[in-house]
Protein backbone atom coordinates (compact mmCIF):
# COMPACT_ATOMS: atom_id res chain seq x y z
CA UNK A 1 0.00 0.00 0.00
CA UNK A 2 1.17 3.25 -0.84
CA UNK A 3 2.10 5.69 2.13
CA UNK A 4 1.40 9.38 1.89
CA UNK A 5 2.69 11.63 4.08
CA UNK A 6 0.41 14.72 5.26
CA UNK A 7 1.21 17.98 7.93
CA UNK A 8 -0.84 19.35 9.70
CA UNK A 9 -1.96 22.85 8.54
CA UNK A 10 -3.68 25.57 10.46
CA UNK A 11 -7.11 26.77 8.13
CA UNK A 12 -7.51 30.47 7.57
CA UNK A 13 -9.96 32.49 5.54
CA UNK A 14 -7.05 32.35 2.51
CA UNK A 15 -6.78 28.69 2.88
CA UNK A 16 -10.45 27.12 3.92
CA UNK A 17 -11.87 24.65 2.09
CA UNK A 18 -15.40 25.42 0.93
CA UNK A 19 -16.63 22.63 2.80
CA UNK A 20 -16.34 23.48 5.98
CA UNK A 21 -16.72 27.30 7.94
CA UNK A 22 -14.07 28.39 10.68
CA UNK A 23 -15.52 30.32 13.63
CA UNK A 24 -13.99 32.95 15.94
CA UNK A 25 -14.80 35.10 18.49
CA UNK A 26 -14.84 38.37 17.22
CA UNK A 27 -16.53 41.86 17.76
CA UNK A 28 -18.65 42.46 20.60
CA UNK A 29 -19.94 40.27 22.30
CA UNK A 30 -24.33 39.98 22.28
CA UNK A 31 -24.27 40.39 25.91
CA UNK A 32 -21.70 41.46 28.74
CA UNK A 33 -22.10 42.46 32.20
CA UNK A 34 -19.57 42.53 35.39
CA UNK A 35 -19.33 38.47 35.56
CA UNK A 36 -19.59 37.10 32.13
CA UNK A 37 -18.96 37.92 27.73
CA UNK A 38 -21.23 36.15 25.74
CA UNK A 39 -21.10 35.90 21.87
CA UNK A 40 -23.39 34.52 19.33
CA UNK A 41 -24.37 32.99 17.06
CA UNK A 42 -20.82 32.03 16.01
CA UNK A 43 -21.80 30.04 13.61
CA UNK A 44 -25.46 28.13 12.23
CA UNK A 45 -25.93 24.69 12.06
CA UNK A 46 -28.77 23.99 9.92
CA UNK A 47 -31.48 21.68 11.18
CA UNK A 48 -35.35 21.15 10.38
CA UNK A 49 -36.75 24.37 11.39
CA UNK A 50 -34.40 27.35 11.75
CA UNK A 51 -30.98 25.99 12.61
CA UNK A 52 -28.81 26.03 15.24
CA UNK A 53 -26.53 28.58 16.42
CA UNK A 54 -23.24 28.17 18.60
CA UNK A 55 -22.37 30.53 20.76
CA UNK A 56 -19.33 30.76 23.38
CA UNK A 57 -20.17 32.35 27.16
CA UNK A 58 -16.69 33.74 28.94
CA UNK A 59 -17.13 34.00 32.79
CA UNK A 60 -14.69 36.95 33.60
CA UNK A 61 -15.23 36.51 37.69
CA UNK A 62 -16.30 34.23 39.17
CA UNK A 63 -19.51 34.43 41.67
CA UNK A 64 -20.48 33.46 44.33
CA UNK A 65 -24.34 34.09 44.17
CA UNK A 66 -27.06 34.86 42.12
CA UNK A 67 -30.78 36.11 42.31
CA UNK A 68 -32.07 35.77 38.73
CA UNK A 69 -32.85 32.98 36.23
CA UNK A 70 -33.78 31.97 32.45
CA UNK A 71 -35.59 30.05 30.29
CA UNK A 72 -35.90 29.14 26.63
CA UNK A 73 -39.47 27.86 26.30
CA UNK A 74 -39.31 26.91 22.88
CA UNK A 75 -35.18 25.30 22.56
CA UNK A 76 -33.16 23.25 24.19
CA UNK A 77 -30.03 24.43 24.92
CA UNK A 78 -26.79 21.93 25.23
CA UNK A 79 -23.89 23.74 27.51
CA UNK A 80 -19.98 22.23 26.98
CA UNK A 81 -16.98 23.00 29.06
CA UNK A 82 -14.11 24.13 27.04
CA UNK A 83 -11.43 24.73 29.44
CA UNK A 84 -12.10 23.81 32.59
CA UNK A 85 -15.07 21.72 35.18
CA UNK A 86 -18.18 24.14 35.75
CA UNK A 87 -21.98 24.12 37.20
CA UNK A 88 -24.65 24.96 35.89
CA UNK A 89 -27.60 26.28 38.12
CA UNK A 90 -30.73 24.56 37.34
CA UNK A 91 -34.49 24.52 38.29
CA UNK A 92 -37.26 22.54 36.94
CA UNK A 93 -39.51 24.19 33.80
CA UNK A 94 -42.84 26.05 34.74
CA UNK A 95 -44.42 29.45 35.11
CA UNK A 96 -40.98 30.46 37.50
CA UNK A 97 -37.76 28.50 39.37
CA UNK A 98 -38.77 26.57 42.01
CA UNK A 99 -36.29 27.68 44.66
CA UNK A 100 -36.41 24.05 46.65
CA UNK A 101 -36.11 22.32 43.78
CA UNK A 102 -33.19 24.43 42.38
CA UNK A 103 -29.68 22.23 42.24
CA UNK A 104 -26.23 23.46 41.00
CA UNK A 105 -25.04 20.74 38.71
CA UNK A 106 -21.40 19.93 38.37
CA UNK A 107 -20.47 19.76 34.37
CA UNK A 108 -16.72 17.66 33.94
CA UNK A 109 -14.36 18.52 30.64
CA UNK A 110 -15.25 15.53 28.61
CA UNK A 111 -19.43 15.86 29.12
CA UNK A 112 -22.05 17.62 28.19
CA UNK A 113 -24.94 18.89 29.31
CA UNK A 114 -28.74 19.11 27.37
CA UNK A 115 -31.45 21.37 29.18
CA UNK A 116 -34.74 20.81 28.01
CA UNK A 117 -37.21 23.62 26.47
CA UNK A 118 -37.59 25.66 29.92
CA UNK A 119 -35.69 24.47 32.25
CA UNK A 120 -34.53 27.71 34.84
CA UNK A 121 -30.80 28.04 34.59
CA UNK A 122 -28.29 30.67 35.14
CA UNK A 123 -24.89 31.48 33.53
CA UNK A 124 -22.34 28.12 34.44
CA UNK A 125 -19.95 29.36 36.50
CA UNK A 126 -15.95 27.68 37.74
CA UNK A 127 -15.93 24.52 40.29
CA UNK A 128 -12.27 25.88 40.38
CA UNK A 129 -12.22 30.21 40.83
CA UNK A 130 -8.50 29.93 40.14
CA UNK A 131 -6.64 30.10 36.74
CA UNK A 132 -8.21 30.99 33.51
CA UNK A 133 -11.60 32.30 33.23
CA UNK A 134 -13.93 29.41 32.30
CA UNK A 135 -15.46 29.03 28.76
CA UNK A 136 -17.92 27.31 27.48
CA UNK A 137 -20.04 26.11 24.12
CA UNK A 138 -23.42 27.28 24.32
CA UNK A 139 -25.73 25.71 21.60
CA UNK A 140 -29.60 27.07 20.81
CA UNK A 141 -31.69 26.80 18.21
CA UNK A 142 -31.51 29.84 16.20
CA UNK A 143 -32.47 33.10 17.33
CA UNK A 144 -33.35 31.76 20.64
CA UNK A 145 -30.74 34.29 22.95
CA UNK A 146 -32.96 37.60 21.21
CA UNK A 147 -36.27 35.92 20.85
CA UNK A 148 -37.29 32.98 24.04
CA UNK A 149 -35.78 34.57 26.84
CA UNK A 150 -37.29 34.59 29.77
CA UNK A 151 -35.40 36.46 32.82
CA UNK A 152 -37.14 36.83 36.00
CA UNK A 153 -35.86 37.97 39.71
CA UNK A 154 -35.62 35.13 42.27
CA UNK A 155 -37.15 36.06 45.99
CA UNK A 156 -33.79 34.87 47.26
CA UNK A 157 -30.16 34.96 46.58
CA UNK A 158 -28.28 31.76 46.06
CA UNK A 159 -25.40 31.45 48.11
CA UNK A 160 -22.83 29.23 45.98
CA UNK A 161 -20.91 26.81 48.10
CA UNK A 162 -18.27 25.30 46.35
Not at 1 to 21: A, G, H, R, T
Not at 35 to 50: A, N, R
Not at 101 to 109: A, D, G, Q, R
Amino acid sequence: MKEIEKSIVKLSYDNLPDYIEIVRVSGDPIFSNEILDFWSPLGVIKGEETGYEVGICEIKKPFSYFNRMEAHQHSEEILIPINKDMFVPLAPPGRSPVIDSLNLVKVELGELIILKEGVWHFAAGPVDAGGDNLKYFVLLKKGTPREDLKMVDLDAKIIIEL
